[in-house]
């Protein structure tokens, strides 16, 4: 009787372990704004290595096969960063960029010459400025540590991306976004709606009004 009275006290102090244990781990499930995220710059990834290629393969201008290279490598590693996390937050990874990514990506590839190239900087433009307002979304809504981590790992490579492609569309003389005082993407523009949709200039360089007359992305100004 005894002996069924101490197996009956281990077994409550199991259970009394284990439901710590369980609550742990559903407390560690990515919110919406965490998983979004994830899948979106998970895509832009891989629109940026498939735009990284196009460049160095059909770039006239040096500076536009150069940038496609380093653009490349970075968000091939930031992606391995990405698809870390999304592991081990049990987040399902899109196998494809956006449709909208995709239609500018048969665009670069239907272009050639100094078209290629000035298509391929002013969607790198527009790309660059929602990727870092979703970048900078995260980091101040964010909710698991690892996600916004990531987030801020990623923001100073998207910002030296923007960098280089506002310079290089200076000397091509290709409008870029209007930015703030400090060069980054102005606040007041528009981030991506949930899902991580980029959306991307059509060829010319116009943007689509959204409903209610606002560009998804800052109005385009000379430089």
């Given at each position: 009787?005894?002996?069924?009275?101490?197996?009956?006290?281990?077994?409550?102090?199991?259970?009394?372990?284990?439901?710590?244990?369980?609550?742990?781990?559903?407390?560690?499930?990515?919110?919406?704004?965490?998983?979004?995220?994830?899948?979106?710059?998970?895509?832009?990834?891989?629109?940026?290595?498939?735009?990284?290629?196009?460049?160095?393969?059909?770039?006239?201008?040096?500076?536009?096969?150069?940038?496609?290279?380093?653009?490349?490598?970075?968000?091939?590693?930031?992606?391995?960063?990405?698809?870390?996390?999304?592991?081990?937050?049990?987040?399902q990874?899109?196998?494809?960029?956006?449709?909208?990514?995709?239609?500018?990506?048969?665009?670069?590839?239907?272009?050639?010459?100094?078209?290629?190239?000035?298509?391929?900087?002013?969607?790198?433009?527009?790309g660059?400025?929602?990727?870092?307002?979703?970048?900078?979304?995260?980091?101040?809504?964010?909710s698991?540590?690892?996600?916004?981590?990531?987030?801020?790992?990623?923001?100073?490579?998207?910002?030296?991306?923007?960098?280089?492609?506002?310079?290089?569309?200076?000397?091509?003389?290709?409008?870029?976004?209007?930015?703030?005082?400090?060069?980054?993407?102005?606040?007041?523009a528009?981030?991506?709606?949930?899902?991580?949709?980029?959306?991307?200039?059509?060829?010319?360089?116009?943007?689509?009004?959204?409903?209610?007359?606002?560009?998804?992305?800052?109005v385009?100004?000379q430089?």
């Amino acid at each position: 009787m005894l002996g069924i009275k101490r197996l009956g006290l281990l077994a409550a102090l199991v259970l009394v372990g284990i439901a710590p244990a369980a609550a742990a781990q559903a407390a560690v499930q990515p919110s919406q704004q965490d998983t979004q995220y994830l899948q979106a710059i998970h895509q832009v990834n891989l629109f940026e290595i498939t735009a990284g290629d196009l460049a160095q393969q059909k770039g006239q201008n040096q500076g536009v096969k150069d940038l496609g290279e380093r653009f490349k490598t970075d968000h091939t590693q930031v992606d391995q960063s990405v698809q870390e996390v999304a592991n081990q937050l049990g987040v399902q990874l899109p196998a494809e960029p956006t449709a909208d990514q995709q239609a500018v990506i048969d665009q670069l590839n239907n272009a050639s010459g100094e078209e290629f190239d000035r298509l391929w900087v002013t969607s790198e433009l527009a790309g660059h400025v929602q990727a870092i307002q979703a970048t900078q979304t995260e980091i101040s809504q964010g909710s698991e540590q690892s996600v916004v981590q990531l987030a801020q790992t990623a923001l100073p490579i998207l910002q030296a991306h923007y960098d280089a492609l506002v310079e290089l569309a200076q000397q091509l003389g290709i409008p870029v976004p209007q930015t703030s005082a400090s060069g980054t993407p102005s606040p007041g523009a528009t981030t991506p709606a949930p899902g991580g949709t980029t959306e991307t200039p059509a060829p010319g360089g116009t943007e689509s009004p959204a409903p209610g007359g606002t560009t998804e992305t800052p109005v385009p100004s000379q430089s």
